[in-house]
Structures are given as structure tokens and as C-alpha cells.
T-cell receptor, first 116, second 111 residues
Framework: DADVTQTPRNRITKTGKRIMLECSQTKGHDRMYWYRQDPGLGLQLIYYSFDVKDINKGEISDGYSVSRQAQAKFSLSLESAIPNQTALYFC???????????????FGEGSRLTVL | GENVEQHPSTLSVQEGDSAVIKCTYSDSASNYFPWYKQELGKRPQLIIDIRSNVGEKKDQRIAVTLNKTAKHFSLHITETQPEDSAVYFCAASFYGQNFVFGPGTRLSVLP
């Protein structure tokens, strides 16, 4: 089945370290997103990309950067991790032209990051 | 920008009863409103959505209503079952761009 895959699934790191979370998809979707989930705060958009040459900031982009290496790959980097970036991170894809509403979001399984 | 509020934050119902979760949004340009269900330890998944040109949509035990004038929309689950226990998120967007999510409602269905 076509899917959205995130690596690593779990990561513990120390303050100041550089971390990269990777996302790859076999759905053939152009749109890709990175969300952060904290308890009681829902899903907050970090960055999104509508095609390989398009990168846009979301609600909480400070402290994060992204790279869209190909249609199928979208990576999230924390240049210098800090403890309040401890959270569950989700990658998602969508294809508004697929007929599923105005673009159902298909989420990966999540990457749990702990910054000590 | 868009802001989405969601109430209640937690909801407990007896099995077989109905559950209602309400969301309000701030940007009148938003025209697509999906609901996602996230079971414990799992990824969020779409359960139902509604566009702004429709007032109500039903899918078996689940329904969503939209009041554009008041800028609020609600999720209704009837005949609740234990497998309905999860966190539910509402969201608002403009043509599927920039989804803004509510903070979530944790629904517990008690046997």
C-alpha cells in the first residue's frame, strides 16, 4: 500500500545537537507538511511544500528548517535542538486533485523526539 | 491568520449515548472543514469532512454540521461504541491549504 514513512520513529538527543527527521512517501502526492503535536495543543504546522521548488513557513517555523529533496522526500531539521522542541512530529501529504474533499491529509506514523 | 477553538477538551459518555464536539473558526475565507480521529499511539486519520457550500453531511453514525454565519461546526457521533474512544481534531482550511487544527477532544466511551 502507498504510505508515508518517517525515520527515526524515536530519538533522544541533547541540547545543542543537530537533528534531522526524514519523511518519504509513495503516494505520489505533491503537497507535503511537517506538523508538531504537543498534548493539549493539537497539531501545529511547522513548514509545508506544494512542490519541489516550493517551501513555506507555517505557524511555528522558528528553530526549524526543511529540505524538499524530491517529490517523495521532505526532511525537517533542528539546527540546535532545545528541550522545548521535545514533541511528536508528524509528516503528512495531500493531493487536492484526488477527489478526496479538498485534500485529505495522510499522516506518517510520527517521530517522537526528546531533547535533554 | 486562522484560529480554531474546540470544546470540550475531554468528554466521557456511556456506550450507546451520543457525543457532540464543537469547533469555532475565525477566518471567514475558510471553506473546508475536516475532522480527524487519533487513536492512542496511532496517526490521525480523516473520518469526515464538509465544504462551506453544505450545511450537513452524514456517514453512518457520524455527522458534521456547519454554520457559516456563526463560523462554527460540530461533530456528532450517535450510538457510541468503545472503539470510538480517541482524540478528535477539527481543522479549517482554504481550499485544502494551510490546515489549522483545533487543540483536540479526548472522547472516552464508558461500557
Amino acid at each position: 500500500d502507498a504510505d508515508v514513512t518517517q525515520t527515526p520513529r524515536n530519538r533522544i538527543t541533547k541540547t545543542g545537537k543537530r537533528i534531522m527527521l526524514e519523511c518519504s512517501q509513495t503516494k505520489g502526492h505533491d503537497r507535503m507538511y511537517w506538523y508538531r503535536q504537543d498534548p493539549g495543543l493539537g497539531l501545529q504546522l511547522i513548514y509545508y511544500s506544494f512542490d519541489v521548488k516550493d517551501i513555506n513557513k507555517g505557524e511555528i517555523s522558528d528553530g526549524y528548517s526543511v529540505s524538499r529533496q524530491a517529490q517523495a522526500k521532505f526532511s525537517l531539521s533542528l539546527e540546535s535542538a532545545i528541550p522545548n522542541q521535545t514533541a511528536l512530529y508528524f509528516c503528512a501529504t495531500s493531493d487536492p486533485g484526488a477527489g478526496a474533499g479538498d485534500g485529505e491529509l495522510f499522516f506518517g506514523e510520527g517521530s517522537r523526539l526528546t531533547v535533554l | 491568520g486562522e484560529n480554531v477553538e474546540q470544546h470540550p477538551s475531554t468528554l466521557s459518555v456511556q456506550e450507546g449515548d451520543s457525543a457532540v464536539i464543537k469547533c469555532t473558526y475565525s477566518d471567514s475565507a475558510s471553506n473546508y472543514f475536516p475532522w480527524y480521529k487519533q487513536e492512542l499511539g496511532k496517526r490521525p486519520q480523516l473520518i469526515i469532512d464538509i465544504r462551506s457550500n453544505v450545511g450537513e453531511k452524514k456517514d453512518q453514525r457520524i455527522a458534521v454540521t456547519l454554520n457559516k454565519t456563526a463560523k462554527h461546526f460540530s461533530l456528532h457521533i450517535t450510538e457510541t461504541q468503545p472503539e470510538d474512544s480517541a482524540v478528535y481534531f477539527c481543522a479549517a482550511s482554504f481550499y485544502g491549504q494551510n490546515f489549522v487544527f483545533g487543540p483536540g477532544t479526548r472522547l472516552s466511551v464508558l461500557p
